[in-house]
């Protein structure tokens, strides 16, 4: 039912803006008063809204009430790990200790947050069997840049200044070739075997002088640990290149496998899916990097070290000497940093192999149960996500795009869908670990009952959503004339 | 579970990894009870000087700003917190419509027509701003302000190293030496040293080589000064953290982002738009996606992913609450109480401010020692005091100008120069204390 009044949402802030109204109440000065500049100087217009504390209190909570989370539905997002978030780690990156400290405090006044990012640095470090963790680096995408950078910083230090080429597999994310480029190489890309493993021989053939590295992500973006991997570093190696992991899929690996004992050079985590920090509808995200000996004088400013002996230890900062420099505006994401370090003080070593453990059995029971009913291209086991096709329904009229709005219906998020490219009709499935069984057989049950519709009612399915504030939108006239703001004269 | 799959361990699971790698051993601490944790959590936050414990007047592109209940109280909503990046369009028509308002709001605070939905930070901002203005003019050389933000200037130091871009640093007090190569002009209004730039003069010089102007500007100063569209500005950036987020050790915050209308195809990061649906409902959808790294992969405008959508939304929150008189009366505030502090400190003896113009809330004092023997002290009087730019800047490129008209912080008159911001959460009383703390120290 849509709420009337304030609590309708379809005005915006500008059309409710009543002049006069102010929604924060704020004290007059209290210092003699100060001549101001030259008027020229000065703004006389601003084109802010008016509106009072409740009219703002109701809009911003009827717009939440449009939207799916994990807190109100199942999110089964293949690649971005949508775990249930705890509420313990936002709280206690509220506390004033942490949420109202200033960056540029002296160090001797910050020592617990320092000394929160120290640990953290360490954590990570064992969690992926390397020796050197960057902690500022504010997303994902945001450290396969400073890993790349890194690369292109250890080749320039050694002299090898030729090699520009950097392969990535045809199953990857669009932020790998994107941050390749950005960190000044070349992408090519390699092709998967039909196991869904990187194709050994294509990538021999590729691995030239021209080599700076390789991008890739385990387990791949189909959800499968890649059984050549240790192959795939050597030739790597042997080609004089390095080996860069796109941590996205991490939650499959906790406490089972290093990366770094697999012989990967750097990898980035996703400390807002594998390590449970809140994803916010787009963000903050939080990207560590962590990387083996040979790059550690590259990593990006600053790091956090330790002095002093063990009984009155000292935390600081420091710049590797040659740092591939500063990535961002501060230290990284705090907050974010806060909340990952909760969560792994909360799950420790055990915890970790039974976060990886859930997740990969939960995944290997949808597939399980699906199998059947939607075209599963690998047929083999999946670690904590599953790529289906929806080919098999396509036929029979209805696309993967139609199949998962119809699950909005059922009250379900959809999963990722069309990706990995190399898939068509890609339905990519993740369930997380802390989705209980019960949640599981529903979810299964209604893409068995959507499967159904295809064949009774198609045109049903091919109308989906019904039940969401909106149905299908144009998105070709969004795109063709492109509406980015409210104006006065719309 | 199990017995579907054919297993009796969840173990076997994972037998295509090798067996020499697999169950590693892990030296971690064990599991904690959610008590023992937030207990040890706030055992390190307590050993942290928390901003609100006492007079702080450190800013330097983190500031000390109220923040009223209701931003934390909705952006912890779980429908906000808990939701993903919005590409299910008809699953996150509120997260759309948030960005499409702080699209509207940011546009309107900077005199801009069009903003996306958000950055990492104010740094990363404006390195992807130079980038975007290499794209559009198709040139490669950035001319940079010596009076932008040391920490901004390294950063696209960093996101330029690899793009065969040539930074050149300028004094903006003379006229910058720009030509039919320079990509764009970066200024930081106000600048790093919170004074106002020539903002019009800059401009003009930029275009008339075809050069674009790409400005980091503090939205707080917004409520009071000239936007940089008023001026002609291309593409404006700036750190969102002053919008109602805290402080919290550098991060999480928003980068702000703003161009003109014919630029929108170069821009970096998300875009909502405003559509209907197939029944003629307004909704909104993510859109131009073709700029992005998921579908244009290698050639996308950034490889930019997930930004910082829960900090767009505490901005709009704030923006709204605040609106047209709240955000003029706080940068009125912030103005006065900065002005009140500034001319205070100059007549103390030993004291003087080496730079005249305009300031906005920050301002540079010459001490007559060093800023940091007086940091100490002061904080010993539980007083934060400001960030010490003689000495923290040593390993940087000289910073030959300070400001558009006064001498240079690198001079000798002024090696002892302290960089302070006064706020609105300043009392008198507090900016009182800190003189008289400063007094000590003057011949």
């Given at each position: 039912m849509t709420s009337g009044g304030n609590r309708d949402t379809t005005k915006l802030l500008m059309e409710r803006s009543v002049p006069g109204r102010v929604g924060a109440a704020l004290p007059g000065s209290d210092v003699p008063t100060q001549s101001l500049p030259d008027p020229s100087l000065l703004r006389t217009e601003l084109d802010l809204p008016e509106v009072s504390e409740p009219e703002v209190v109701q809009y911003f909570t009827a717009l939440s009430q449009r939207n799916f989370s994990i807190d109100t539905h199942f999110y089964p997002l293949g690649s971005c790990t949508m775990k249930y978030n705890p509420k313990i780690n936002d709280e206690v990156s509220f506390l004033p200790g942490f949420a109202g400290i200033h960056p540029l405090q002296p160090p001797e006044t910050a020592q617990g947050a320092l000394e929160l990012l120290f640990r953290l640095q360490g954590f990570l470090g064992e969690i992926t069997g390397m020796p050197g963790v960057g902690l500022s680096t504010l997303a994902g995408a945001h450290g396969e840049l400073a890993g790349m950078l890194m690369m292109r910083a250890y080749h320039q230090a050694r002299g090898?200044?030729?090699?520009?080429k950097v392969l990535i597999p045809d199953s990857a994310h669009g932020t790998n070739p994107a941050s390749a480029a950005m960190a000044g190489f070349d992408v090519v890309t390699v092709v998967s075997d039909d196991q869904g493993n990187v194709d050994l021989k294509a990538l021999r053939e590729l691995a030239g002088e021209d080599l700076a590295g390789v991008m890739i992500t385990l387990p791949s973006t189909l959800g499968l640990f890649d059984t050549g991997i240790v192959e795939v570093c050597q030739i790597i190696h042997e080609a004089g290149g390095l080996v860069y992991g796109d941590g996205a899929n991490m939650n499959a690996l906790l406490g089972r496998v290093k990366l770094g004992d697999l012989g990967f050079d750097v990898i980035h985590l996703n400390l807002h899916k594998t390590f449970s920090t809140p994803h916010g509808g787009g963000g903050p995200g939080s990207g560590p990097v962590c990387v083996a000996n040979s790059l550690l004088p590259h990593l990006p400013a600053p790091v956090i070290t330790r002095s002093g002996g063990e009984d009155s230890p000292i935390y600081g900062f420091s710049t590797p000497k040659q740092t591939i420099g500063k990535l961002s505006g501060f230290h990284g994401n705090f907050g974010v940093l806060v909340r990952a370090f909760t969560y792994i003080l909360s799950f420790g070593a055990e915890g970790m192999s039974a976060i990886s453990g859930n997740a990969v059995l939960n995944a290997n029971y949808l597939m399980e149960a699906l199998k059947d009913t939607y075209y599963l291209p690998y047929d083999r086991r999946c670690m904590h996500e599953a790529v289906f096709s929806a080919n098999w329904q396509k036929a029979r009229g209805a696309s993967g795009l139609e199949i998962v709005k119809r699950l909005l219906d059922y009250g379900f998020h959809a999963p990722t869908l069309y990706f990995p490219m190399i898939v068509p009709e890609a339905l990519m499935i993740e369930p997380t670990e802390s989705e209980t069984r019960e949640t599981l057989d529903a979810f299964i049950q209604a893409l068995k009952d959507i499967d159904r519709e295809v064949t009774e009612d198609p045109e049903l399915v091919r109308g989906a959503p019904y039940t969401t504030p909106v149905s299908r939108l144009d998105e070709a006239t969004a795109a063709r004339q492109p509406d980015l703001r409210w104006r006065a004269t719309a | 579970m199990l017995a579907n799959l054919g297993v009796n361990t969840i173990d076997e699971l994972f037998a295509d990894i090798p067996d020499e790698f697999r169950n590693p051993s892990l030296a971690l601490p064990s599991p904690m009870s959610e008590l023992e944790v937030q207990q040890q959590l706030s055992s390190l936050a307590s050993k942290n000087r928390a901003l609100g414990s006492g007079p702080s007047f450190l800013g330097a592109g983190s500031y000390n700003h109220f923040i009223p209940a209701i931003v934390k109280a909705l952006m912890t909503r779980g429908e906000f917190l808990t939701a993903y990046t919005p590409y299910q369009a008809e699953a996150s028509q509120g997260t759309l419509q948030v960005i499409y308002e702080f699209q509207t709001l940011i546009s309107n605070l900077y005199g801009m027509e069009v903003a996306n939905a958000g950055m990492y930070d104010g740094a990363t901002s404006l390195a992807e701003g130079v980038l975007m203005a290499c794209r559009v003019t198709r040139r490669s050389h950035v001319a940079v302000a010596d009076t932008l933000s040391p920490y901004y200037r390294q950063v696209i130091e960093a996101y330029c190293q690899a793009q065969s871009i040539e930074l050149h640093t300028v004094s903006t007090g003379q006229a910058p030496s720009l030509d039919q190569e320079t990509a764009c002009l970066v200024v930081q209004?106000?600048?790093?040293?919170g004074y106002i730039e020539d903002m019009a003069g800059l401009t003009e010089a930029a275009h008339s080589q075809g050069t674009l102007l790409v400005v980091s500007a503090d939205p707080m100063a917004m409520g009071m000064f000239q936007p940089p569209g008023h001026y002609g500005a291309d593409i404006v950036t700036g750190e969102g953290q002053p919008l109602g987020i805290p402080a919290s050790f550098g991060g999480p915050y928003v980068g702000l982002f703003a161009t003109k209308q014919e630029y929108i195809r170069q821009m970096p990061s998300r875009l909502s738009g405003r559509t209907v649906d197939n029944q003629g409902r307004t909704g909104y959808v993510l859109t131009l996606q073709t700029r992005e790294q998921h579908i244009r992969r290698e050639r996308a405008t950034s490889n930019i992913c997930t930004n910082e959508a829960l900090y767009a939304l505490a901005s709009s929150i704030y923006l709204a609450a605040l609106g047209k008189q709240g955000l003029r009366q706080v940068a009125e505030l912030c103005y006065q109480k900065a002005h009140y502090a500034a001319g205070r400190i100059a007549q103390l003896p030993g004291y003087s401010l080496p730079f005249q113009g305009t300031f906005f809330q920050e301002f540079v004092v010459s001490c007559p020692t060093s800023p940091s023997d007086i940091n100490r002290r002061l904080l010993d009087q539980n007083i934060l005091s400001g960030l010490n730019i003689s000495e923290a800047f040593s390993n940087l490129p000289p910073l030959e100008r300070g400001t558009t008209e006064g001498s240079s912080p690198h001079s000798a008159e002024s090696t002892n120069a302290m960089l302070l911001c006064v706020t609105e959460m300043n009392s008198r009383q507090e900016i009182d204390a800190l003189v008289e703390a400063l007094s000590e120290f003057g011949s």
């Open positions: 090898d200044t030729h090699r520009h | 209004y106000p600048n790093f040293y």
